[in-house]
């Protein structure tokens, strides 16, 4: 008889342990149960990935921190106003280019650089469009000289067609800044100077 009553005096006190346990658990939404996100991590990937490129995209990429529905903080990118403005110009001259062989589209670029700049500079990207991309951008420039050009005692320096020395000017620079280049085009544009958008 006195094991009947203990045995169902210890099956009691299991139940009420599982039972306080489950309203624990459903009180705190099991939240230590999910993982605890580093965001000071995830700002160091997304810098390094950014100034790879040695372009100064993070002086114009702002991390903002904000939170989900749940109140968890996550970050996203923010472009400068100068960037936004650019971006366009610099996909279309990136895809324009035959020597790119992975076309990126200007909505994958801004979202990688933004809402999704966490995944992108936290995961394997090596595939990405938009790496390639940036790499493209920080890439020395593939340029040739427009007409021929002549010292000031009119000897002939460069022929049309002649290659640009272009040590330190990058695609970015190039198509940012196209009124400090009007004696040269990139080598897979026609005879006369496009430069997309411009």
């Known amino acids: ?3 009947q009553k203990t045995t169902r005096f ?4 299991i139940l009420s342990f599982v039972l306080a346990l489950g309203s624990l658990f459903a009180l705190t939404g099991c939240k230590s149960s999910e993982p605890k996100v580093d965001l000071d991590w995830e700002e160091t990937c997304i810098w390094h990935t950014l100034s790879s490129t040695d372009l100064g995209f993070e002086r114009q990429v702002s991390i903002k921190e904000k939170q989900d529905e749940n109140g968890n903080p996550y970050l996203v990118g923010v472009l400068s106003d100068q960037l936004d403005g650019e971006l366009k110009d610099l996909v279309d001259t990136y895809n324009a280019d035959p020597s790119t062989d992975k076309k990126a589209t200007l909505d994958e670029v801004r979202y990688d650089l933004t809402e ?3 995944e992108f500079c936290t995961t394997d990207n090596t595939s990405s469009p938009t790496l390639a991309f940036l790499l493209w951008c920080g890439d020395p420039a593939d340029l040739v ?7 000031d005692d009119g000897t002939l320096i460069h022929t049309e067609g002649d290659p640009v020395n ?9 198509v940012i800044d196209p009124d400090s280049y009007t004696y ?4 897979w544009q026609g005879t006369e100077k496009a430069t997309t958008g411009n």
Do not use: E, P, Q
């Open 116 to 118: 999704g700049i966490v």
């Open 10 to 13: 210890l099956l009691a006190l």
């Open 145 to 151: 000289y427009i007409g021929d050009h002549f010292g």
């Open 1 to 3: 008889m006195n094991i």
């Open 184 to 187: 040269c085009r990139f080598t």
């Open 166 to 174: 272009t040590k330190t000017i990058t695609n970015y620079s190039f």
